[in-house]
C-alpha cells in the first residue's frame, strides 16, 4: 500500500529515483573512461626529449697535419636546451655525451648531464658545455684537410655535434637510445671578416627502433 496521501505522486518519486539513479551510474562510467584515456595518453606514449643548440662560441680552431697523424687545437662552448614535451612523464637520463665532429670524424667527446639527470614533465634544462684540446686526435683524409682549409679562409666552421645516451620515462620499465645532430656553423671569434650573431639550431632527433621507446 502506497504511504503517499496520492499513489500517483510515489508513481512520479519512484521514477525520479530511478532516473537520477541511472545518471549518476553514466556519469561514473563515463568518469572512469576519462581516467583510462588519460591515462593511457599520458602514461603509454613517451614523446622524445628536444634539443635545440641556443648559442656557440668558437675561440680556437686549428689543424696540425704531422704524418702520419692529425690533430685539431679548439675551445668551444655550448649553450644547449633540452626540452622534455611529456605533459605527465618525467624523464631520466644517463650517459648524455656530446660528440664534436668535423667533415664527419670526431674529434672530442665531452658529457653533457651527470647520469640519472631526471628533468620533470613540460620542463626545459639548459646546459652549458664548456671544452678544449691542444691537440686532440682527429682522421682527416685529403678531402677533409681541404674543407678545413676552404673554412679557414672565410673564418666560418661546419661542426657537428652529435648528441648520444639513454633516456627513461616515469612508469617505464626500459632504458632508451638516445641521439641527436645538430649541425653547427662557428664564426671563429676573432676572425677578419664580420661577426656574425649564432643563429639558435633545432638538433634532428633520431627515432629509436627499440621495442616501446
Not at 39 to 50: E, F, N, T
Not at 58 to 68: G, I, Q
Not at 150 to 165: C, I, M, P, R, T
Request: net charge positive; hydrophobic share 45%.
Amino acid at each position: 500500500m502506497c504511504e503517499c496521501d496520492d499513489c500517483e505522486c510515489c508513481g512520479c518519486f519512484g521514477e525520479y529515483r530511478r532516473f537520477v539513479c541511472g545518471f549518476c551510474i553514466g556519469l561514473a562510467i563515463i568518469a572512469a573512461v576519462a581516467v583510462i584515456i588519460v591515462l593511457v595518453v599520458g602514461y603509454g606514449h613517451a614523446a622524445q626529449p628536444r634539443f635545440a643548440v641556443e648559442d656557440a662560441t668558437l675561440t680556437r680552431f686549428a689543424l696540425a697535419t704531422t704524418s702520419p697523424s692529425t690533430t685539431i687545437s679548439y675551445n668551444l662552448t655550448l649553450t644547449l636546451a633540452v626540452r622534455n614535451p611529456n605533459w605527465a612523464m618525467g624523464a631520466a637520463f644517463r650517459n648524455l655525451d656530446a660528440a664534436y665532429l668535423f667533415d664527419g670524424q670526431r674529434f672530442d667527446r665531452v658529457a653533457v648531464a651527470a647520469d640519472d639527470y631526471v628533468l620533470p614533465a613540460r620542463k626545459t634544462a639548459v646546459f652549458r658545455i664548456a671544452s678544449g684540446a691542444d691537440a686532440a686526435s682527429v682522421v682527416l683524409g685529403s678531402a677533409g684537410v681541404r674543407a678545413y682549409r676552404k673554412q679557414s679562409d672565410k673564418g666560418v666552421f661546419d661542426v657537428e655535434a652529435s648528441l648520444s645516451g639513454q633516456v627513461k620515462y616515469q612508469l617505464h620499465s626500459s632504458w632508451c637510445r638516445l641521439e641527436a645532430r645538430c649541425p653547427l656553423k662557428l664564426q671563429l671569434a676573432g676572425h677578419d671578416a664580420a661577426a656574425v650573431a649564432f643563429q639558435k639550431t633545432s638538433c634532428e632527433v633520431l627515432r629509436s627502433s627499440q621495442r616501446g621507446c
